[in-house]
C-alpha cells in the first residue's frame, strides 16, 4: 500500500485531504506542524508527500531543505496558499518537486500523486516522444532514426527533463544538476543551453513542444501521450 504523508495545520483542510486520500486506498500519516512532519518522514519513509509551507514551528521550506540535506529524494508537492512565483520558486529550489495553489481541485491533486508515483515505479530505459528516442543506457539520442550528437550536460540534462517530466524545474536546479554549483553558469548560459536542446529535440524549437518555459518559474517538459494509448479508440 503506498503511504503519502499530509502536513497541513488547518484541521478542516487535512481532514479533508486524508479523506479523500484514504477513500483512494492510500495509507495516510499527518502532520500539523514541521517539527512533527520531519521526524514522522524521517522515521516512516512515506512515498510521497504533501506539504504545506506556512506551518508553526518549522515551516514547510524548512521541512523540505532537511530532508534534501538527509539524502531523502522522496517526492514532495507543496501546498501553497500563494502563488506567488518567488515563494514556489524557493521551494522548489529547497527540492520539492512540484507545486500546487490553493483553493485547488483535490481530483486534479489525486491525479498528480498517482502520475508522481507511477512515473517513480518504472523509470524506463528507452525514453520516445516525437520522432526523438533516448536511449540512457547507450546515452544516445536519435531522431528520426539518425544519431543526434549531445554534450555530455546536453545529455544529462535531457536526462533530468525526462525523469521529472510533468514537473516545474528551476534555473537553479538545472544548472545543480548539471553543472553543480558553478558560479560561472548564468542564467542566460542556461537559457542558451536550452535553446540548443531545443533545437535537438523540438520539430519547431521556436513553438516547443515538448520543453516549456513557465514565466518567472523556469521549465517544464510535457511527454505528449501515445495516440494508440487513447481510451476512446
Ligand atoms: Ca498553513
Known amino acids: 500500500m503506498r503511504t503519502v504523508l499530509i502536513v497541513e495545520d488547518e484541521p478542516a483542510m487535512l481532514r479533508g485531504l486524508e479523506d ?7 495509507y495516510v500519516l499527518t502532520a500539523v506542524d514541521g517539527a512533527q512532519a520531519l521526524a514522522t518522514a524521517l522515521k516512516e519513509k512515506p512515498d510521497l508527500i504533501l506539504l504545506d509551507i506556512m506551518l508553526p514551528e518549522m515551516n514547510g521550506y524548512e521541512v523540505c531543505s532537511h530532508l534534501r540535506e538527509q539524502g531523502r529524494d522522496v517526492p514532495i508537492i507543496m501546498l501553497t496558499a500563494k502563488d506567488r512565483e ?8 529547497l527540492g520539492a518537486d512540484d507545486y500546487v495553489t ?3 481541485s483535490i481530483k486534479e491533486l489525486l491525479a498528480r500523486v498517482e502520475a508522481f508515483l507511477r512515473r517513480r515505479e518504472s523509470e524506463p530505459l528507452v525514453y520516445e516522444f516525437g520522432d526523438c528516442r533516448v536511449d540512457l543506457a547507450a546515452r544516445t539520442l536519435t531522431r528520426a532514426g ?9 545529455f544529462k540534462m535531457l536526462h533530468l527533463f525526462l525523469r521529472k517530466r510533468g514537473c516545474p524545474l528551476t534555473q537553479d536546479e538545472i544548472r545543480s ?5 558553478s558560479l560561472f553558469i548564468s542564467v542566460r548560459d542556461i537559457d542558451k543551453a536550452i535553446d540548443t536542446l531545443r533545437s535537438k529535440v523540438e520539430p519547431d524549437p521556436a513553438h ?11 521549465y517544464r517538459f ?3 501521450v501515445p495516440h494508440g494509448n487513447r481510451a476512446d479508440r
Open 177 to 181: 544538476t548539471v553543472w553543480g554549483y
Open 102 to 104: 490553493k483553493p485547488f
Open 86 to 93: 518567488s515563494d514556489i520558486v524557493l521551494g522548489l529550489n
Open 222 to 224: 510535457e511527454m505528449p
Open 208 to 218: 516547443p513542444q515538448f520543453l516549456h518555459t513557465i514565466e518567472n518559474i523556469g
Open 146 to 154: 539518425q544519431d543526434v550528437t549531445l554534450t555530455p550536460g546536453e
Open 20 to 26: 479523500n486520500f484514504r477513500a483512494k486506498g492510500y
